[in-house]
């Protein structure tokens, strides 16, 4: 039996439902292409209405676990994730929970620090000329003037994106999308009063000078004096928006 059909209580249906078969793809019951029970076919299975079982398929689809086809030969069939569909789900899922307070900017410093020191090692040995030109053309484009603050930020993350491509291995660049892919854009607008555009092509121009020599240690450093100066920059935008914050209570407070 590909998909366990026990065990379902009243409470969350759809829900319960998405996570039997969810288990049931991830667990190579459910085979990529397979095509699922019909409609009608699940809703007597698990012994609930035809709008539960539509709801759970809406779960999973939104998941990109399954697709649906129309036709003769239609159906709804189990679907495999392309990377680029992984990685967009996994920055959605991070932009989520940095929304809900889940993750703090110091989290997410440290996190970023340690994933993109890992890559800069691999990167010294596996980027491309290709790589070294698109690290080089970001560069160029930082130090133009009249670059607005979002396209330098989009040109800052860029930068950090290639490092990660560079490094070479994908279970890499899906952990890196929650970081670099969804939250670093809206970090790095928050903090852009505080960022010094010069000395941070700077800093990139000396990572970039060290992958092009293969040299993981010049790269690890560059790449540490850079984080530390971002996480001067977090704290003094934590820092800003506190103040702005008491200010805003302490003018509320006087009219009442």
Same mark, same amino acid.
């Given at each position: 039996? =590909?998909?366990?059909? $026990?065990?379902?209580?009243?409470? %969350?249906?759809?829900a319960q439902i998405s996570d039997k078969i969810r288990e049931a793809i991830l667990e190579g019951r459910l085979k990529v292409d397979e095509r699922l029970p019909t409609e009608d076919e699940l809703a007597s299975r698990f012994g609930v209405s035809r709008p539960t079982i539509r709801e759970a398929l809406k779960r999973l689809a939104a998941q990109n676990l399954i697709r649906?086809?129309? %036709?003769?030969? %239609? %159906?709804?069939?189990?679907? $495999?994730?392309?990377?680029?569909?992984?990685?967009v789900a996994a920055a959605t899922a991070a932009s989520l929970l940095v929304s809900l307070g889940e993750f703090s900017l110091q989290d997410i410093a440290?996190?970023?620090?340690?994933?993109?020191?890992?890559?800069? @090692?691999?990167?010294? $040995?596996?980027?491309?000329? =290709?790589h070294l030109a698109t690290l080089a053309a970001e560069i160029d484009r930082q130090r133009s003037k009249g670059l607005s603050d979002e396209d330098f930020c989009a040109s800052d993350v860029s930068f950090h994106h290639t490092i990660v491509e560079a490094a070479g291995n994908p279970a890499l660049e899906y952990a890196a999308a929650g970081v670099l892919d969804s939250l670093q854009p809206a970090i790095?607008?928050?903090?852009?009063r505080f960022r010094d555009r010069a000395k941070v092509a700077d800093q990139h121009e @000396?990572?970039?000078?060290?992958?092009?020599? @293969?040299?993981?240690?010049? =790269?690890?450093r560059a790449l540490t004096d850079y984080m530390l100066d971002l996480r001067k920059q977090y704290a003094q935008a934590q820092?800003? @928006?506190?103040?702005?914050?008491? $200010?805003k209570q302490t003018r509320a407070a006087r009219r009442g």
């Open positions: 039996m =590909a998909i366990d059909y $026990q065990g379902i209580v009243a409470h %969350g249906l759809a649906s086809r129309r %036709g003769p030969t %239609g %159906g709804t069939f189990v679907n $495999q994730p392309s990377g680029q569909e992984a990685r440290e996190a970023r620090t340690e994933l993109e020191l890992v890559c800069c @090692r691999l990167a010294a $040995q596996r980027r491309s000329n =290709a790095n607008l928050v903090i852009f @000396r990572l970039h000078l060290a992958l092009e020599k @293969r040299d993981a240690d010049s =790269a690890c820092e800003a @928006r506190a103040k702005a914050n008491k $200010q």
